[in-house]
């Protein structure tokens, strides 16, 4: 299939929406469509996809602008693929909105969006390239000009996403991907392999084997599935190495159990190496654990940066990883990625998102970050006022202004350690608060550099200006519970990272696209943006 850019952007004179009555033609020009026509789908940058078909001269593909632009209307109007062929077919707005209106057989069939995602999942996978995140973020970068959005203003905040996968017990765990290398080896002709396995492939064994057995019983049959699945990697080993089951098979059982001289048994805590990262389930091994706010979460974490501005906000960029990465990670991936800004930026997030070397990385991209909370304890803010010297390794002056006598530095801990005259100390009335250590000659006091900071930075939390990034921050705390409750961020149809990052970014062009009819049509209520208003920024 060779690549074509889509010719048919204007309506032509046999067009279908000729044949509406004057008063039909009027309400479509005043839905959503009319927008989405010119605005969205006009956007679409096809040669980006080119890469994904043939340079050789064969049969031209279905219009990429088409495919996207159905894509987001699939999410923003909470569709099936079937669905969305369905409603392009019959309905009028659908086809306006996609400029389909004058072909005489509607490009889009039942497998069309299957396999234009297969065709980005392959890419991805081959290139590590992601096209359609492009895509998506240049939409919202076009969608933040309509509206009037510069970007100098951001803020970040993430999501747990649940994977499309069952909670499996470890014993479940181990017999679903014993079954699975099992059925793999019997489609692909190697019965001779399984003696006395043959059970595994029977749909019905599962039951069988889980829950219609006694209590009792779980010691004997997780003996039986550990024997098995030895048996397994014996008859494989040096065969099917390169076997996405036997991977899966023998990563569950690196995982999951320990080998010693009297055979395999589970692990256990005091083993070691139960983390986060264990596989929770064969159907989606990328998924990982994590809990969080008491709560348990098997799956992705979303997390995305939007620009505010007068108008409102639209998120221009998202990211989705594992959800046992953390988001100061995550910021400083995102901030990797960025381009230097032409002009300052200012990223305000929480207290989970800081840290001193995003920081100093946001700084050079042209970044203040903004953290409106900090994470762990809070320090005296009486350590603000000491002052170190240039390399941070010896006090220089006291928050009273006196000069220590001597300063040593351990560079282990980065502490300082200053020695004031006993007279400096005894009678200060911070000696309490810089927890100063009074001796018979001598006053000692121990400060980091990393408190002088934090302490200054806690003192700056309670100004006015900050109050105001506070407020700025906690309107992005809609978005992921918007993702979750009209966009179903947490039932996508899809496994592994890839295939859920796709439909992650849909469902943001989908929110994108609800954000500009909103603001075109003056019916959103936009919260005013108090930097701009009191001329901060």
């Keep these: 299939m060779s690549f074509r850019k889509n010719s048919s952007q204007q309506i032509s004179l046999f067009d279908s929406f000729r044949n509406l009555t004057p008063r039909e033609q009027r309400v479509l020009e005043k839905s959503w469509a009319k927008t989405f026509s010119e605005e969205i789908f006009t956007s679409i940058d096809e040669d980006r996809f080119s890469v994904l078909y043939s340079e050789k001269a064969s049969r031209p593909n279905t219009p990429v602008n088409v495919i996207i632009g159905a894509l987001v209307l699939k999410e923003l109007f909470d569709l099936s693929d079937d669905e969305m062929v369905e409603n392009l077919i019959l309905d009028p707005r659908f086809q306006y909105a996609l400029h389909t209106s004058s072909c005489d057989e509607q490009p889009i ?80 002709g190697h019965d001779n392999l399984l003696n006395g396995l043959e059970h595994y492939y029977n749909p019905n064994d599962f039951n069988a084997v889980i829950y219609h057995s006694r209590p009792t019983e779980s010691d004997d049959r997780i003996a039986t599935l550990l024997k098995d699945a030895d048996t397994l990697l014996t008859v494989c080993s040096g065969k099917f190495e390169d076997v996405t089951e036997y991977q899966l098979l023998v990563r569950c059982l690196s995982e999951q159990t320990i080998q010693e001289a009297g055979g395999r048994r589970l692990r256990n805590k005091a083993d070691g190496g139960m983390n986060s990262s264990m596989m929770q389930s064969p159907t989606d091994p990328e998924a990982t654990f994590r809990e969080k706010a008491g709560k348990k979460h098997r799956g992705y974490v979303g997390n995305i940066e939007e620009s505010v501005g007068e108008h409102g906000s639209v998120i221009t960029d998202y990211q989705l990883e594992a959800n046992n990465v953390g988001d100061s990670s995550l910021l400083k991936a995102h901030l990797e990625s960025m381009n230097t800004a032409d002009e300052p930026v ?29 994470p762990g304890q809070d320090v005296s803010s009486i350590l603000a006022g000491f002052e170190l010297n240039e390399e941070e390794t010896r006090v220089i002056k006291c928050p009273a202004g006196y000069t220590p006598k001597s300063s040593s530095y351990i560079r282990q801990t980065g502490t300082c350690t200053a ?119």
Excluded: W
């Design 109 to 188: 069939s039942d497998k069309t969006l299957t396999r234009f995602r297969q065709r980005c999942y392959d890419y991805e996978q081959l290139h590590r390239v992601d096209l359609y995140h492009d895509c998506v973020t240049d939409l919202a970068a076009k969608t933040a000009k309509l509206m009037g959005i510069d970007g100098r203003i951001r803020r970040m905040d993430s999501l747990m996403i649940e994977a499309n996968i069952r909670k499996l017990s470890r014993m479940e765990l181990i017999y679903r991907c014993i079954s699975k290398l099992v059925t793999h080896l019997h489609k692909n």
């Design 419 to 537: 020695s004031f005259d006993r007279s400096c100390c005894a009678n200060c009335p911070h000696k309490d608060e810089c927890r100063a250590k009074i001796y018979k000659r001598v006053a000692k006091i121990r400060v980091t550099a990393k408190q002088i900071r934090r302490a200054a930075l806690q003192e700056k939390m309670k100004s006015e200006e900050y109050k105001l990034f506070a407020r700025i921050r906690n309107g992005v705390e809609t978005v992921p519970s918007i993702l979750r409750n009209i966009y179903h961020a947490d039932r996508m149809p899809a496994r592994g990272k890839i295939r859920n990052k796709f439909f992650f970014g849909s469902k943001i062009a989908a929110l994108n696209f609800r954000k500009l009819l909103g603001y075109r049509r003056g019916t959103e209520n936009y919260a005013q943006n108090p930097l701009l208003v009191s001329g901060c920024c």
């Design 346 to 374: 200012t990223m305000v997030t929480d207290g989970a998102y800081a840290g001193e070397e995003n920081t100093a990385l946001a700084a050079e991209k042209n970044v203040t970050l903004i953290t409106t909370d900090l």
